[in-house]
């Protein structure tokens, strides 16, 4: 049987997914599978570059699985077993905990070839995707998302496409929230992240690594982010660093001179060193805690960075932009199954549901990044808490969102309260 289409006259689809990251791929293959029409609209032609560490921690590779996709070694997978830390003069290998919710292990994958395998799979589901079309603005009528405007194709040939409903999932830029007001929160921490490959005999890693000790060397202060070093099995490393909004150094420090010279204090045999880069130093902001709200209004939902669902703890925003994604999608496919003020309902269940999934968690996020953003309070934890391995064993799951909320081990039940006593926002 042939299930006619729901779409009504002068609609190019029920659905309209902007941006093609792992937000957009995601979100339309869920719909495309519940049997919607889709249409993701891409600025870009992939394979496409995209500034990232390329790192995926248990609760992202979750996300993968939840979507299908095989991320057996045996299909390519590049695994690590956990996350190596090195601060404070210690070095600490603490793995992934084995959890009822997330697997053991992480995965690293380079972006231009990921984000490529989500995109196609959205097309298998029977999404349709256009490439080299760079949405320009959302259309309104009555105070509603109808569509947007969009170029398209070399040309820039001015176009329209209206559906119903309409997923914001453009990344960090936010244009389509923008263009109907939708601001981002500047009380939110944001983040800054740099990085380049080069080639290593590190390439080979179980691990990925994370150096706390970032030095702003002309005032003598210790930065609250991270350097990371992620091996990716090809020959090269993804080296980079992230730094928090929270701290005086945010927007005056030159992070490419930084990432320069912590990585020229490191073992030359390491290969960090200009003859050995493949590429150009990339940077990119990273919107945290849920900085841009709200997450539904008018027949636009925001997923992903569009709604700032980078986790403040780490930088980490591809799990985040995939399980964000799910959960649009099972809200526009219960809205889309119904009519009227009961179509609305169901849409603003998604911000229900974001806020029950992150909300709490982010928000002790938030207040982290606020805390570290001191440079004593920094420096005080590097020194005393790196040491200590039972305690790092419970802030990796802690920083990394990896505990079982229910039936958790004695950690598990002491993040799980905490997210409860962190005050609303
Ligand atoms: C240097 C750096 C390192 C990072 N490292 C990690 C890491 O190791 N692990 C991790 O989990 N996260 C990391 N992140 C964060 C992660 O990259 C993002 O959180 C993630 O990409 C968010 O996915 P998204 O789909 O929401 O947005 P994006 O990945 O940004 O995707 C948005 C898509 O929309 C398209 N687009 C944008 N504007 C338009 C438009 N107007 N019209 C049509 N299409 C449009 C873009 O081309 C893109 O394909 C890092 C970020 C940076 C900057």
């Excluded at 912590?262 to 919107?287: H, M, Q, S, V, Y």
């Excluded at 079982?404 to 309260?417: E, L, Q, V, W, Y």
Aim: proline share 5%.
């Amino acid at each position: 049987m042939t299930t006619p289409s729901r779409r009504k006259a002068g609609e190019d689809a029920e659905v309209i997914v902007v941006g093609a990251g792992p937000a957009g791929s995601t979100a339309a293959t869920y719909l495309a599978r519940a049997g919607l029409d889709v249409l993701l609209l891409e600025k870009s032609k992939f394979p496409r570059e995209k500034v990232c560490g390329d790192g995926l921690t248990p609760r992202g590779v979750k996300q993968l699985v939840d979507l299908g996709i095989d991320t057996r070694e045996e299909a390519g997978w590049l695994h690590n077993r956990g996350l190596r830390v090195v601060g404070g003069g210690v070095t600490l290998e603490l793995d992934w905990p084995d959890l009822a919710t997330f697997p053991p292990y992480g995965v690293v994958r380079p972006r231009q070839d990921f984000d490529e395998m989500l995109a196609r799979t959205a097309q298998q589901a029977g999404a349709r995707l256009f490439e080299q079309t760079t949405v320009t603005g959302a259309i309104t009528e009555r105070g509603r998302v109808v569509g947007v405007t969009a170029k398209t194709g070399p040309d820039k040939r001015e176009v329209t496409y209206r559906a119903p409903i309409v997923i914001g999932c453009d990344g960090v830029s936010a244009r389509l929230a923008l263009s109907v007001g939708i601001q981002k929160d500047d009380g939110k921490p944001m983040g800054v992240a740099v990085r380049r490959y080069y080639a290593s005999p590190r390439t080979k890693d179980d691990y990925l690594e994370s150096h706390l000790e970032l030095w702003d060397r002309e005032n003598d202060v210790l930065l609250p982010g991270y350097g990371w070093i992620f091996g990716m099995g090809d020959g090269t490393v993804n080296v980079g660093l992230g730094i928090l909004s929270t701290s005086k150094a945010y927007g005056t420090t030159d992070y490419r001179a930084l990432l320069k010279s912590w990585l020229d204090g490191t073992p030359e045999e390491w290969g960090f060193r200009e003859e050995n880069a493949t590429g150009k130093i990339g940077g990119a902001a990273l919107p945290m805690g849920l900085n841009r709200k709200p997450h539904y209004r008018d027949g636009l939902l925001l997923v992903g960075d569009a709604g700032g669902m980078v986790n403040p703890f780490n930088g980490e925003g591809i799990g985040y932009a995939m399980e964000s994604a799910r959960i649009a999608a099972e809200c526009v496919v219960q809205a889309l199954a119904r009519t009227g003020p009961s179509r609305e309902r169901a849409l603003h269940g998604y911000p229900v549901r974001i806020e029950q999934a992150l909300g709490s968690y982010f928000r002790m996020g938030n207040l982290f990044s606020r805390l570290i953003g001191h440079p004593t309070i920094m420096r005080t934890a590097t020194k005393y808490g790196l040491p200590r391995k039972t305690l790092m064993k419970l802030v990796l799951k802690l920083l990394a969102g990896l505990y079982d909320p229910k039936d958790g081990d004695s950690f598990d039940r002491i993040i799980t309260a905490a997210t409860k006593l962190t005050p609303t926002a």
